[in-house]
């Protein structure tokens, strides 16, 4: 299979192996590739970082968790069966306490939060 290096090390095994996920990425490349390295790279050890959001076919984690870095690396979302996130919750009206966390990430959720201002203040 083309793309199987994509499944080494991922959390979620529901992925299909008929989907290729390096197929309309909506410039998840580049995200993948610069951004999200980039903004891992303003962390150290031990530091909290929170992803908004786990997406079933995109993980982060081994960004923020390897041989260089080892951040507590944690993913949120409403809905449970979305990448198996480690807690449940909604960005518009989070649990989560006020500066509990060192970095926060939300990677492509602008068209499934209804609100979006509501979730950037929160």
């Not at 008929?18 to 990425?25: C, E, K, L, S, W």
């Not at 970095?103 to 979006?116: P, T």
Request: with cysteine; glycine share 6%; net charge negative.
């Amino acid at each position: 299979m083309a793309f199987a290096n994509f499944y080494v090390g991922h959390r979620d095994k529901r992925l299909f192996k008929a989907y290729d996920p390096h197929t309309n990425t909506k410039g998840r490349e580049y995200m993948n590739t610069k951004i999200i390295p980039h903004f891992a790279s303003f962390f150290k050890d031990g530091d909290k970082v929170i992803n908004i959001g786990q997406h079933i076919f995109w993980d982060y984690s081994m960004v923020f968790n390897n041989m260089l870095l080892r951040c507590d690396y944690l993913t949120t979302d409403t809905d449970p069966t979305q990448g198996e996130p480690d807690i449940i919750d909604d960005i518009t009206q989070s649990k989560l306490e006020s500066d509990s966390a060192d970095g926060m990430m939300l990677v492509g959720m602008s068209d499934v939060v209804a609100q979006f201002d509501k979730a950037l203040s929160e």
